[in-house]
């Protein structure tokens, strides 16, 4: 075995007990707060709806939606 040969499996080995520690450390995480998650769609909705309307409405009663703010 040549050092070209060893270095390639050095690297080998490496990546995958790389690989296997990410692996194990992301089944670690704990689960998600399913009211956050929730309360962030709820979010995320309003603006598209916002940005739908925005979209959507004609010109003039746009720009007084925003003299309006």
Same mark, same amino acid.
């Given at each position: ?7 390639? =499996?050095?690297? =080998?080995?490496?990546?995958?007990? &790389? ?8 089944? +670690?995480? @704990?689960? @998600?707060?399913?009211?956050?998650? /929730? $309360? !962030?769609? #709820? #979010? !995320?909705? *309003?603006?598209? #709806?916002? !940005? #739908?309307?925005?979209?959507? /409405? $004609? &010109? *003039? $009663?746009? +720009?007084? $939606?925003? /003299? *309006? !703010?």
């Amino acid at each position: 075995m040549n050092f070209f040969s060893a270095f390639v =499996a050095i690297a =080998a080995i490496y990546g995958i007990v &790389r690989i296997a520690q990410y692996w194990f450390e992301s089944r +670690k995480a @704990p689960p @998600p707060d399913h009211a956050r998650v /929730d $309360q !962030l769609e #709820e #979010e !995320l909705r *309003e603006r598209i #709806e916002t !940005l #739908e309307r925005i979209v959507t /409405d $004609q &010109r *003039e $009663q746009l +720009k007084r $939606q925003i /003299d *309006e !703010l």
